[in-house]
């Protein structure tokens, strides 16, 4: 089209000449023109000296407008089709308005209809055509019909075409535009204010940009500037504000309710690549990205970054920082690739404050949800530096000041936890194998040191203490042995080692000395009924293996003057709500006088030694034993017992109504305390029924819980062999908290 517009310069300035032609001559040349009218198909040098010449007749008063019909015109990075021009041509200037079927564009890809542009003054000069008070109204795609005004100028020798409209519609808002297109490249500057965010989003996938299938409402004010060339996008620039989000996806994992967001970035192309900024920041609403939740009034947050989009995907992040208030302050550098199978390829953080409870609530508590630490009470603060490559850590170091984690129900209290932890990836470190006796891999790391003021571990008291270890790759090793008080004992850990952790044949392989221990405490811990004594004994290969920890050898306490052996010990999901414990437990030669006066159950002299076997505990409550209590048979001890003991025991077996019998009438009510022979009971407990025996069978089908000797001589017989379990634990406690009975 430039050799014709030089053409139509010519034209122009011999037009004073033609207007001394004749009028035959003029009509003559309309009539051509009608012509190609009628036709509907002009070539664009007919057309466009048409346009010149019919602007050139304003000096012919007989000739006030004319219409042009185009099939399509064509400009920098745009085409029109179906393009109708009306001149108007009185005597002080040129008027026009133009219709066009179909308007496309390049770069950014876009097509409009049934555009019609009007222009009550168009100025013509011989490199321009201009229109400074423009009308434009049309189908703009999803943005629906609107009405534009503005001013459209016309590069005549280039086809450069400049735009500066407003009033552009978008839900309650609008938005000013500014482009320009040309042979060189595009430029465009949006102006927004209060725009709704849906049609934005249609008009964000209809120009390919990727976005999350959100449902909701929002708004967004700000400016977005980008320049290109031909179809390629070169440059970009955004200074925007969301206010008032609201909105979710189909899956539920997104959603965000009053969210407000302050955006501000730039992207330039670096060959096939993209080099970018950004800066987020927030202080109002709640967001939620599964599994985690930000109360954004409560603590906003604030992150940038700098770095270069690659174009396989990944993200070359050289530098970022975040500034989560009350929560976490950290910058570092990264390389993401959310399409590859691990996404974090490469992480430096320098962690400056990781605070507690913020970060708890904000970043653990949503991945605990399942656990035993899905509601603790947290305070105090971790800092340090982390780094992961491939998604798998490689170094951490972290320094603790005063943490303190709390469950709430006494499973797991550490107050004011302090120190550092040193941790280094080692590959030559093997980690497959299960024997203890593997040697371990030369030490690279620093030395970690941990301390805590006090705690509380499946409701047992701890008291202050230090641990100094050594960790690499998948393995703890303690460096020196340390002692942690327990209630009013001590557990003296001389050996701690873990392998394999993070792998499902983790072990935690403990040897330890048990320092005496109340019983009574042990028992108001665990919910038990108190009795005296002590516990003490050697703990080894104690192991911790998939979330159940085995005693590989036998545990021995001393308690009541004689001793407690158990055996075969396992503990599953220790820090559930429902923990499963399994044992078999053995005792020998129990002072019955220290045992009988712990539970207030009547005096017994006399030893007793037995077993429970298969012993099954369900949040520390029994559902399965079998257990055997007997009189030692070479037991050369006095065997007295007194008459709250016999009646007590007779209530058990449920022959309590004899023995009261025999108590109150007869020469036998004289007597405190009798001599008995032997002494014992059994129970299998199974589906909460308790199958009963004594120490030898009675008569009438009965049997022996206490078999006389002497005299004064008492036999306690029992007949019901099925109790029930757990009218018989009401018993047991019943007995334990009376007074005895009372005989006249």
């Not at 008080?485 to 072990?507: H, K, M, Q, T, Y």
Request: aromatic share 8%; hydrophobic share 40%.
């Amino acid at each position: 089209m430039r050799w014709f517009d030089a053409i139509a310069v010519r034209l122009t300035q011999k037009f004073r000449d033609l207007a001394m032609l004749r009028a035959p001559v003029i009509i003559l040349w309309m009539g051509h023109l009608r012509r190609d009218r009628r036709s509907m198909r002009i070539r664009p040098a007919v057309a466009l000296s048409a346009v010149v010449a019919l602007g050139a007749f304003t000096l012919v008063d007989a000739i006030e407008n004319a219409t042009v019909d185009v099939e399509r015109i064509e400009g920098a990075g745009w085409h029109a089709e179906g393009v109708a021009i009306q001149l108007d041509l009185p005597a002080g200037g040129v008027g026009a308005s133009a219709t066009v079927s179909r308007l496309s564009l390049q770069s950014p890809r876009q097509t409009f209809t049934n555009v019609r542009i009007q222009c009550p003054v168009v100025a013509i000069a011989t490199d321009s055509i201009e229109c400074e008070h423009a009308r434009i109204t049309g189908t703009l795609g999803v943005l629906g019909t609107q009405t534009l005004t503005g001013r459209v100028s016309y590069a005549r020798t280039s086809g450069d075409l400049d735009l500066n409209v407003v009033g552009l519609k978008v839900g309650a808002g609008t938005v000013a535009v500014r482009g320009a297109l040309r042979q060189s490249g595009w430029q465009a500057r949006a102006q927004f204010d209060q725009v709704d965010v849906e049609p934005l989003i249609s008009l964000a996938s209809q120009w390919g940009i990727a976005l999350p299938q959100l449902a909701g409402s929002g708004r967004l004010s700000g400016e977005v500037a980008a320049s290109g060339s031909e179809e390629a996008l070169e440059q970009a620039s955004v200074t925007a504000s969301l206010s008032d989000v609201t909105a979710s996806n189909e899956e539920g994992s997104l959603a965000a309710e009053n969210f407000s967001v302050n955006l501000q970035g730039t992207l330039t192309r670096a060959r096939d690549d993209w080099r970018f900024t950004a800066e987020v920041s927030s202080d109002t609403g709640q967001a939620y990205a599964q599994p985690i939740f930000l109360d954004l009034g409560a603590h906003p947050i604030r992150a940038a970054a700098r770095g270069l989009w690659r174009s396989d995907g990944a993200f070359e992040i050289e530098q970022f920082s975040l500034d989560h208030r009350g929560v976490a302050q950290g910058a570092g550098s990264a390389r993401l690739h959310f399409d590859a199978e691990q996404p974090v390829q490469a992480l430096h953080l320098q962690l400056s404050r990781l605070q507690f409870p913020g970060a708890y609530e904000a970043y653990f508590q949503p991945l605990l949800l399942d656990t035993g630490f899905k509601s603790l009470t947290t305070s105090g603060s971790i800092s340090g530096d982390i780094e992961i490559a491939d998604g798998v850590p490689q170094k951490v170091d972290l320094r603790f000041e005063d943490v303190t984690l709390d469950d709430g129900q006494r499973n797991v209290v550490l107050r004011e936890l302090g120190g550092e932890l040193h941790w280094l990836d080692v590959k030559s470190v093997s980690t497959d194998s299960d024997d203890d006796d593997v040697a371990d891999a030369p030490t690279i790391a620093a030395t970690s040191q941990l301390r805590w003021s006090g705690g509380t571990l499946l409701n047992l008291d701890l008291g202050p203490s230090e641990l100094k270890f050594r960790t690499e790759a998948r393995q703890l090793r303690l460096l020196e042995p340390t002692r942690i008080p327990i209630l009013d004992g001590a557990l003296e850990l001389e050996s701690f080692r873990v392998r394999n952790a993070g792998l499902p044949n983790v072990a935690f392989i403990i040897d330890a000395t048990i320092q005496p221990i109340s019983v009574s405490q042990l028992c108001t811990a665990f919910g038990w009924p108190e009795f005296g004594g002590r516990i003490s004994g050697k703990i080894s290969k104690l192991r911790v293996r998939q979330k159940m920890a085995t005693l590989g050898t036998t545990l021995q306490a001393q308690v009541f003057d004689g001793t407690v052996k158990i055996s075969d010990l396992r503990l599953e999901q220790p820090f559930s709500d429902w923990p499963r414990f399994y044992s078999n437990i053995a005792l020998e030669n129990l002072d019955l006088s220290l045992v009988t006066s712990a539970f207030s159950f009547g005096q017994i002299t006399g030893r007793l030694s037995g077993d429970i076997k298969g012993l099954e505990l369900f949040n520390w409550q029994p559902v399965a034993f079998d257990a055997h209590l007997y009189t030692p048979p070479r037991d050369r001890s006095r065997h007295r017992i007194s008459q709250r003991a016999v009646q007590n025991i007779g209530s058990i077996g449920g022959g309590g109504a004899g023995v009261t019998a025999a108590l109150s009438s007869g020469f036998l009510r004289f007597f405190e305390d009798f001599n008995y022979d032997r002494l014992g009971i059994s129970c299998r407990l199974a589906n909460d029924v308790c199958q009963m025996d004594g120490v030898a069978p009675a008569p009438n089908g009965g049997y022996y819980l206490v078999k006389g000797k002497g005299v004064p001589r008492i036999d306690v017989i029992a007949n019901n062999r099925r109790v029930d379990w757990p009218r018989l634990v009401q018993q047991l406690i019943a007995v334990t908290q009376s007074e005895g009975p009372v005989v006249n």
